[in-house]
C-alpha cells in the first residue's frame, strides 16, 4: 500500500511511520543507525527514539548516541523534531539541552516529505563525520541531557 | 490476523504478532526464532527461543563474535537492549534485525586510561583530568613514543587518528612538518617538566627497539645516555628551540670546516653515508629525531647553555679546533690516513690564524661545501641526524671546549662584531698591538686566540693551547670585562699569530715608511699602522693617514 510516493500521492501519516517502524525493526540501511518506537503502545506514533553509531576515525567512535524524535502531526510533510538525549559537542545541537536546531540541520531546513527518519539519523552521523565536528572535543561518555 | 511475522501487520507487538507468531495458539511456547544480529561489518543469524532474555542473547552472541558480553551493546528500534530484559520485551521477533555495537577495550578517545598517555597535551578538556598521568606512564606506553609521547593524548583533540599507531606516525610527520607546531609543544610546561627529569628521558629513549637497535650500533650513543650531565645539557637545550637551532648551526659550520682540510671533505662524505644512513633509518621510526638531534648536541652544550639566547650571526667558529680533536678520536667507520694525517698537520696549531683566515674564505667557496650547504637547507632532517653522528659528538665536545666560540656567543662581541666602525676599530687596535708586540714584546704575557684575526675577516679564531683562556672562557657572559678580554686575547692572537709571519713590521715596511717619510708624514708610528693596516700598500696607507688625521 502506497509503499513508494509518487510525486503527486500523499501518503497518510500512519502508513508512513508504519513503514518507518518497519525498516527500524528490520534493520534496514547499514546498521549504524537504528530508530523504533519508544513506547511500543503509542497508537500516535508519535515519539521515537533513535540511536546513532559513532562513525569511526571521529571522536564519536564507539560512543552510541541516544536521540528522541517526535513526529508531529503534520508528518511527513514537516520535519520531526530531533533531540539528543546523550550529551553531544556538534555543531547545530544545542549543548544546553541537546536539541537539534532545524535550521543548522540541513535535511531538516530543507525537508522533503520523502525524508524519513532514517534519513535523518543517517545525516546526522554524516555530520559526524565532516571536519567541522570530527575533532570537536566530547563530554564524558555516558552523560546525558538532564531534561 | 495469523500473520506470521511478516510485519506489515498492527504495530503493537506486544498484542498481535506475539500470539500470532506460532502455527499453534500457544504462546506459552517457546518459539525459536531467527534473529539477525548486523554490526557495522558483519551480520549473523541466530536462532534463540523467543522468551530468551537480552542475558541470554548476548551470550550465544559473543561466542559467535568472539568477545565479551559486557563489550556488547545491542540495539532495536533505536533502543539499547538491558541485560535483563527478554526479547519480547522490546518486541523482537523472527526474522527482525538487531544491530551490535562492540565496544573494544582500546579506546583511545582521551577517555581511558594508559593509551591516552596525556601527560603533555598542550590542548584541553577531555585529556586534561588524565594529564595527571604522571610522566611515568610514558615508560609503559608500549609505542614507545619517546620524548613527546605525552601529546599522545593530542589524539582525541586534534588528530583525526584514534588508532594509536597510526596516531604516532601521523603525529611525527605533522611535528617534522610544522616546526611551530614543535616550538609549542616545547613550551608546553608538561613537556618542559619531562623533558628536565634526565632519568625519565633516557627511560624514554631507551625503551624504544630502534633507539636500542642504534645503541647496539653506536655504542658510545648510550655512553651519552649514561650520562646524566650530558643529559641534563641536552635536555635544556632541547627545551630551548632557539637554543637548538642555535647549536645546529654551530655543528652544521663546524661541519664545514672539514671542508678545508685537504681530503676533509672525501672522509667527511664516507663518514656521512656509513653513519647517515643508519640514522636516518632510526631517526624517521623515531618520533621526530628530536632525541637525537638533542643527543648529538648535547656535548656542546656546555657552551650553548652559558650564552644567551641570542642568534649567533658570527660566520664561523675556529676551522682549526675541531677537526683535530675529532678526526683522530670520532669516526667509529672509515678513518682515513687524511683524517689522520690532517689531524696532526692542524694540531701544529701555532701560526695558523691567517691560514685559518684565508680556508675560512675559501670554505664557502668551495662548490662541494655549497652543495653541502643547499643540501642541508633543504632537508632539516639532514641536520638532524648529521648532528646525531657519534663523530659530532665528539667533535661539539672539542667545540665546547674551544673558548674562542663561547666568547664568539658574547653578546657583546656579537654586536661590536657587527658594527662595522667596531670592526675598523678592533682592527686599528689590532695593528697598534701588533706594533706594541713588536716593539716591545716583553708586554705580551701568553699566547691565545682571540676573536678577531689577525688581517682576516675577523671571523676565525686562533688556534686552542691556552693558559689564560680558562679565566676568560668561565664568563664569556661576565658583564665586567668584555673590552679587557678583547684586548688581551688580541694581544696574544697577534703576538702568537703575527710572530712567524710579520717578523717585523718595520722591516717589512722599511721601504714605504721611508716613502712615508720623504713625503711629509713624520709620525713614524701613525705610519706604520697605516702600512700594517693596508698590509703595505702605500696609497691606502695615505689615504689612512690623511683620513685619520682630522678625527
Known amino acids: 500500500m502506497a509503499a513508494t510516493t509518487g510525486s503527486g500521492v500523499k501518503v497518510p501519516r500512519n502508513f508512513r511511520l508504519l513503514e518507518e ?17 519508544e513506547d511500543d503502545e503509542d497508537m500516535t506514533l508519535t515519539r521515537w527514539t533513535g540511536m546513532i553509531i559513532g562513525p569511526p576515525r571521529t571522536i564519536y567512535e564507539n560512543r552510541i ?17 530531533v533531540r539528543f538525549v546523550t550529551k553531544i559537542n556538534m555543531n547545530g545541537v544545542n549543548s544546553s539541552n541537546g536539541v537539534v536546531d532545524p535550521r543548522a540541520i540541513s535535511v531538516l531546513a530543507k525537508w522533503e516529505n520523502s525524508y524519513s527518519i532514517k534519513v535523518v539519523l543517517q545525516e546526522l552521523r554524516r555530520l559526524m563525520m565532516s571536519k567541522e565536528n570530527m575533532k570537536l572535543p566530547q563530554p564524558p561518555e555516558g552523560q546525558c541531557y538532564s531534561n | 490476523m495469523a500473520e506470521n511475522g511478516e510485519s506489515s501487520g498492527p504495530p503493537r507487538p506486544s498484542r498481535g504478532p506475539a500470539a500470532a507468531q ?88 582521551g577517555q581511558s586510561t594508559q593509551p591516552s598517555n596525556a601527560a603533555g597535551t598542550n590542548t584541553t578538556s577531555a585529556s586534561t583530568p588524565r594529564s595527571n598521568s604522571t610522566p611515568i606512564s610514558t615508560n609503559s606506553n608500549p609505542f614507545g613514543l619517546g620524548s613527546l609521547g605525552g601529546l599522545a593524548g593530542l589524539s582525541s583533540l586534534g588528530l583525526s587518528s584514534t588508532n594509536f599507531s597510526e596516531l604516532q606516525s601521523q603525529m611525527q610527520q605533522q611535528l617534522m612538518a610544522s616546526p611551530e607546531m614543535m616550538i609549542q609543544i616545547m613550551e608546553n610546561p608538561f613537556v618542559q617538566s619531562m623533558l628536565s627529569n634526565p632519568d625519565l628521558m633516557r627511560q624514554l629513549i631507551m625503551a624504544n627497539p630502534q633507539m636500542q637497535q642504534l645503541i647496539q650500533r653506536n655504542p658510545e650513543i648510550s655512553h651519552l645516555l649514561n650520562n646524566p650531565d650530558i643529559m641534563r645539557q641536552t635536555l635544556e637545550i632541547a627545551r630551548n628551540p632557539a637554543m637548538m637551532q642555535e647549536m645546529m648551526r654551530n655543528q652544521d659550520l663546524a661541519l664545514s670546516n672539514l671542508e678545508s682540510i685537504p681530503g676533509g671533505y672525501n672522509a667527511l662524505r664516507r663518514m656521512y653515508t656509513d653513519i647517515q644512513e643508519p640514522m636516518l633509518n632510526a631517526a624517521q621510526e623515531q618520533f621526530g629525531g628530536n632525541p637525537f638531534a638533542s643527543v648529538g648536541s648535547s656535548s656542546s652544550s656546555g ?110 662581541t656579537l654586536s661590536a662584531m657587527s658594527n662595522p666602525r667596531a670592526m675598523q676599530a678592533l682592527m686599528q687596535i689590532q695593528q697598534g698591538l701588533q706594533t706594541l708586540a713588536t716593539e716591545a714584546p716583553g708586554l705580551i704575557p701568553s699566547f691565545t686566540p682571540g676573536p678577531p684575526g689577525s688581517t682576516g675577516s675577523g671571523g676565525p679564531t686562533g688556534p686552542t693551547v691556552s693558559s689564560a683562556a680558562p679565566s676568560e672562557t668561565t664568563s664569556p657572559t661576565s658583564e665586567s670585562g668584555p673590552n ?68
Not at chain 2, 539477525?36 to 550465544?60: I, L, R
Not at chain 2, 665536545?397 to 658574547?410: C, F, I, K, T
Open chain 1, 65 to 81: 548516541y541516544s536521540l528522541k524524535i517526535e513526529c508531529g502531526p503534520k508528518y511527513p510533510e514537516a520535519p520531526p523534531f
Open chain 2, 484 to 551: 679587557q678580554q678583547f684586548i688581551q686575547q688580541m694581544v696574544q692572537a697577534l703576538a702568537g699569530a703575527n710572530a712567524p709571519q710579520l717578523p717585523n713590521p718595520e722591516v717589512r715596511f722599511q721601504q714605504q715608511l721611508e716613502q712615508l717619510n720623504a713625503m711629509g708624514f713624520l709620525n713614524r708610528e701613525a705610519n706604520l699602522q697605516a702600512l700594517i693596516a693596508t698590509g703595505g700598500d702605500i696609497n691606502a696607507a695615505i689615504e689612512r693617514l690623511l683620513g685619520s688625521q682630522p678625527s
Open chain 2, 303 to 412: 657552551e650553548g647553555t652559558q650564552p644567551s639566547r641570542t642568534e649567533n650571526r658570527d660566520p664561523l667558529p675556529n676551522p682549526w679546533a675541531p677537526p683535530p680533536a675529532t678526526q683522530s678520536s670520532a669516526t667509529t667507520s672509515t678513518t682515513t690516513s687524511t683524517g689522520s694525517g690532517s689531524g696532526n698537520s692542524s694540531s701544529n696549531a701555532t701560526g695558523n690564524t691567517v691560514a685559518a683566515a684565508n680556508y675560512v674564505a675559501s670554505i664557502f667557496s668551495t662548490p662541494g661545501m655549497q652543495s653541502l650547504l643547499q643540501q642541508i637547507t633543504e632537508n632539516p632532517q639532514l641536520i638532524q641526524n648529521m648532528l646525531s653522528a657519534p663523530y659530532m659528538r665528539s667533535m661539539m665536545q672539542s667545540l665546547s671546549q674551544n673558548p674562542d666560540l663561547a666568547q664568539m656567543q658574547n653578546p657583546d
Open chain 1, 21 to 37: 517502524l518497519e525498516e527500524g525493526q528490520k534493520g534496514v540501511g547499514d546498521g549504524t543507525v537504528s530508530w523504533g518506537l
Open chain 2, 22 to 109: 506460532g502455527s499453534a495458539a500457544a504462546p506459552a511456547e517457546p518459539k525459536i526464532i531467527k534473529v539477525t544480529v548486523k554490526t557495522p561489518k558483519e551480520k549473523e543469524e541466530f536462532a534463540v527461543p523467543e522468551n530468551s532474555s537480552v542475558q541470554q542473547f548476548k551470550e550465544a552472541i559473543s561466542k559467535r563474535f568472539k568477545s565479551q558480553t559486557d563489550q556488547l551493546v545491542l540495539i532495536f528500534a533505536g533502543k539499547i537492549l538491558k541485560d535483563q530484559d527478554t526479547l519480547i520485551q522490546h518486541g523482537i521477533h523472527d526474522g527482525l534485525t538487531v544491530h551490535l555495537v562492540i565496544k573494544s577495550q582500546n579506546r583511545p578517545q
